[in-house]
């Protein structure tokens, strides 16, 4: 010790002063007549006790609202009611702190603050204790030292002879501020003491706080007797733990497992987590430090806490907002799908105005190869943003979308956190492929699981089983394919804005062979642009007769079958150049497979009337075949029809019938006859509405004995009355019969409106008849 002073005890007949240097205190209260030691360390406070020790050693303590001084304080910190106190011994230590040794003399309360520099004081007004008993005193003060004797009895903390000095004191108010001062209560409930002028009141509360204490002993005695058991199984460990870590230290080896948990805790720190995620890392990170690295549980906590801190919880990547960049990618990338880019774009001009903006749920829906994959690419790099895809076909496990809980071995995050972390950030372009193949069985439905995700109402707080707490998905652009949307249940179509990529004309898949297949598959196979040479011609006769698709897979299949052929010439040194032409298709591919001319002359024969369909790879065409036998007037129907082509087949009979004098029909012609309607492709099911329009022109094309033209197709659904209702998928079916060569389309009225997806050059070349009654499809197809 460098100095050290004493000083005597304050004569309470001594006046103490209306102004007082004001000393604060942390996490303790100073009570009137208790004695207290304290270590002093800020600088202000070294110099108030200085000059208090240098006149009357009087000061005014108050407590601090903050439990810990952090940096300079002010007079709004403290609090208003303090102890006056006198300094009995100071000593300053080589540190140039302060070791006091104060008594508290009375309490005051704070009318203002007079100086802040270099030190606060205040005048102060002291507050003259009131002794006084009666029964009623004497009686909580006699309750509350029995309840006191619980307490030293309970507590290691506090020494038997505690007991002895409260059964002494005599003074209601001082034994109410020494039980106080000696109990384990906070600062706030001393203050709250220190507070209470009244000494009845005073001697209430503590009561109140000493039989608080009580019961929190009890609790804890309780446990510990239940735990004493296991605690010397536990205490035996630990001991033999320690040793062991000793062992290890004088060894010189490296305690990997408290090295592993303080880099846990340093990754916790600087992530930045919301503070639920935080919470249960901690938690977890708690429950590790207990845990043997031997232990099977203790993996689990490991793998947890990687998790957590290696998902990207407010990492994201800044989008290029810039529309002519964005709108030149998507150019530069796909040829076509108009509908689509213009979403992208306007979503970019959204976004550039509003910054907030939730990502939009789009689901591209179209025949396979027609470019719904690599249009989420082109979106991705349009945005400037992390892509990431996984394929929905075939799962029929929740717990692939949502995740398993820990309890089970070998848990792991769901298919969406798993990608969010390898993204490595919060809003990359997220792609759920083939989400009409999900499927169901006992282990949960998937599709219920992603209404959450693909809900922008819901999925800021996405919860996945094994994380089990919120992860914002908001930020997420989800894209979602289809080949149909009959299969996706209606309260997930519903949260998905539904964009439709029909198929390509036959000009465009030469556009697109030209600039993007042919150079991939030129690369892919080793040739160079002057090693092979594809003329139109030769593409065109690829695409009609040996490709029968709405996409462009067999198109770029069978590209890269005469790229093979080139460059095994070239690898044999036979050529160094080879052109392919319309002849040379031939030698290459082979025969052709699909010829719509030599097809198109089954129609030649009366009862044989094409027909158009849509399918999951686009539209088709349909032929659909009737004849007639002897018999009593029964139908027939083959061809692994559905229900609802059954029904369109018995309503056209039933309007034939009811109009059969019109038709020019004998009417017992059906009581001697069986009418038969078959639809070739026996092994493909078929259904749907919008054959009965065929189905009629067919058996009354039958019994007129009348054929229809070859170039002649039709679709459209039919009532009992003879009315022509509309049917879905126009454009799919017209673009079929363009790739068939078909001149002529009959389709209904109500239709018409969706002639505006068709391309206009196919428009140009086919002749559309838009009908509301069966009388005007006859009149055109059979001219009856």
Not at 197 to 206: A, I, N, S, Y
Not at 368 to 390: E, Q, V
Not at 440 to 448: A, E, H, I, L, Q
Not at 762 to 784: C, P, Q, S, T
Request: net charge negative; glycine share 8%; charged share 30%.
């Amino acid at each position: 010790m460098a100095q050290h002073k004493e000083g005597k005890s304050l004569d309470p007949a001594e006046k103490i002063p209306e102004h007082l240097p004001i000393l604060p205190l942390f996490d303790v209260v100073l009570f009137p007549k208790m004695v207290m030691p304290l270590i002093v360390m800020q600088e202000e406070s070294i110099r108030l006790i200085d000059e208090a020790m240098s006149s009357d050693r009087l000061v005014g303590t108050i407590a601090s609202r903050n439990p810990k001084p952090q940096g300079e304080y002010t007079a709004g910190d403290l609090y208003e009611v303090g102890t006056s106190a006198v300094i009995l011994k100071m000593a300053k230590t080589e540190e140039n702190n302060a070791q006091l040794l104060l008594q508290g003399i009375g309490r005051f309360t704070v009318q203002e603050y007079t100086e802040t520099e270099p030190y606060l004081k205040a005048r102060i007004s002291t507050i003259q204790p009131e002794e006084y008993k009666n029964k009623e005193i004497e009686a909580i003060m006699a309750n509350l030292v029995n309840q006191y004797e619980k307490v030293v009895s309970m507590s290691s903390a506090l020494p038997q002879e505690m007991t002895a000095m409260a059964r002494s004191l005599e003074e209601p108010g001082i034994l109410a501020d020494m039980v106080t001062s000696t109990i384990n209560s906070n600062t706030r409930e001393k203050q709250e003491v220190l507070k209470i002028f009244d000494v009845k009141e005073r001697l209430k509360k503590v009561t109140q706080l000493v039989n608080y204490q009580i019961d929190i002993l009890e609790i804890g005695s309780k446990i510990q007797t239940q735990v004493k058991g296991g605690m010397e199984k536990q205490q035996r460990e630990y001991y033999l733990r320690q040793q062991l870590k000793a062992i290890q230290e004088e060894l010189g080896e490296i305690d990997e497992t408290s090295g592993e948990i303080e880099d846990y805790r340093a990754k916790i720190e600087g992530k930045n987590l919301p503070e639920e995620a935080k919470k249960e890392a901690e938690r977890e990170l708690k429950r590790l430090s207990r845990m043997h690295p031997s232990s099977a549980e203790y993996s689990v906590a490991l793998s947890y806490l990687d998790w957590m801190v290696s998902l990207p919880w407010h990492e994201t990547t800044q989008d290029h907002l810039d529309l002519e960049r964005a709108e030149k990618i998507l150019d530069t990338d796909h040829y076509g799908l108009e509908k689509a880019k213009k979403r992208i774009l306007e979503y970019l001009a959204v976004l550039k105005l509003n910054p907030d903006i939730k990502g939009p749920i789009l689901c591209f829906v179209g025949p396979p190869g027609t470019g719904k994959t690599s249009l989420g690419h082109s979106i991705a790099r349009a945005l400037g943003r992390k892509f990431n895809r996984i394929s929905l076909g075939g799962i029929r496990d929740e717990a692939e979308i949502r995740g398993h809980r820990r309890t089970y071995v070998g848990a792991l995050p769901g298919r969406i956190i798993q990608g969010i972390r390898r993204a490595g950030t919060k809003n990359p372009v997220f792609m759920l492929d083939e989400i009409d193949k999900v499927g169901t069985d006992f282990r949960g439905d998937p599709s219920s699981a992603l209404l959450e995700v693909l809900d922008p109402e819901q999925n800021y707080s996405f919860a996945d089983h094994y994380l089990d707490v919120p992860f914002d998905l908001s930020r997420v652009m989800f894209i979602t394919t289809a080949n149909m949307l009959d299969t996706i249940p209606p309260a997930l179509l519903d949260r998905m804005e539904v964009l439709r990529l029909s198929g390509y004309t036959e000009e465009e898949k030469i556009k697109i062979a030209t600039r993007y297949l042919v150079p991939r598959q030129r690369s892919a196979h080793g040739l160079k642009a002057d090693n092979i040479k594809i003329t139109d011609g030769a593409l065109k006769k690829i695409i009609s007769g040996y490709t029968q698709e709405a996409g462009l897979r067999n198109l770029e299949r069978e590209i890269a079958n005469i790229c093979r052929g080139v460059a095994s010439k070239i690898a044999k040194g036979e050529t160094d150049s080879v052109g392919v032409g319309v002849n040379d298709i031939k030698e290459y591919l082979g025969p052709v497979r699909f010829s719509f001319d030599e097809i198109k002359k089954r129609v030649a024969t009366p009862g044989v009337v094409m027909g158009l369909a849509w399918t999951q790879a686009g539209g088709d065409i349909l032929f659909i075949e009737a004849t007639a036998m002897k018999g009593k007037g029964n139908l027939t129907l083959t061809g692994q029809l559905g229900d609802i082509m059954k029904e369109s087949a018995s309503a056209a009979l039933s309007y034939i019938r009811s109009n059969a004098k019109i038709l020019k029909i004998e009417e017992n012609y059906f009581d001697t006859h069986d009418i038969h309607v078959h639809v070739p492709a026996g092994a493909v099911p078929k259904d749907g509405p919008s054959a009965g329009v065929t189905l009629l022109t067919a058996i009354a094309s039958l019994l007129s004995d009348r054929p229809t033209s070859k170039d002649l197709a039709m679709t459209g659904e039919i009532t009992l009355r003879g009315q022509v209702m509309p049917i879905g998928g126009v454009k799919e079916k017209v673009l079929a019969a363009h790739r068939a060569g078909i001149k002529t389309i009959v389709m209904p009225k109500l239709n018409q409106k969706d002639m505006e997806e068709v391309p206009e050059k196919v428009k140009a070349e086919i002749e559309f008849h838009f009908v509301d009654k069966m009388r005007d499809v006859l009149k055109i197809a059979l001219n009856l």
